[in-house]
């Protein structure tokens, strides 16, 4: 039984950086995809970053592409994701979420797919 708990956030100015962490307790990691999801007041969940169980490189939105990793730490047991140049557009909820998937190479960002969610924590881009 997975349980996640993202920590991280908070008030950043623009062009700042954070990284979120979303902790796992139960189990590992190692059989999960994994995303960060983001949603703003008045807009849909936007499927921000996914890393597969055995991806290396992470799935990204295009308004995050180039500033935004996803990672794991070699434990298995936290997904981080590190945000830079933040822009005052990330400022959003920010949720991690799973789904079981032991061999898959790929992931998708629809938040459809994943059943296991964390509480979300606010990210907020201002000067």
């Known amino acids: 039984q997975l349980h996640l708990m993202e920590s991280g956030g908070g008030l950043v100015q623009p062009g700042g950086s954070l990284r979120l962490s979303c902790a796992a307790s139960?189990?590992?990691?190692?059989?999960?995809?994994i995303a960060w999801f983001r949603q703003a007041p008045g807009k849909e969940r936007e499927g921000v970053s996914c890393?597969?169980?055995?991806?290396?490189?992470?799935n990204y939105a295009d308004s995050v592409k180039g500033r935004f990793t996803i990672s794991r730490d070699t434990g298995k047991k936290t997904v981080y994701l590190q945000m830079n140049n933040l822009k005052p557009e990330d400022t959003a909820v920010y949720y991690c979420?799973?789904?079981?998937?032991?061999?898959?190479?790929?992931?998708?960002?629809?938040?459809?797919?994943?059943?296991?969610w964390g509480q979300g924590i606010q990210v907020t881009v201002s000067d």
């Open positions: 979420a799973t789904e079981w998937s032991p061999r898959s190479i790929f992931c998708v960002r629809d938040y459809g797919h994943y059943k296991d």
């Open positions: 139960g189990t590992t990691l190692d059989y999960y995809t």
């Open positions: 890393i597969s169980a055995r991806g290396v490189n992470g």
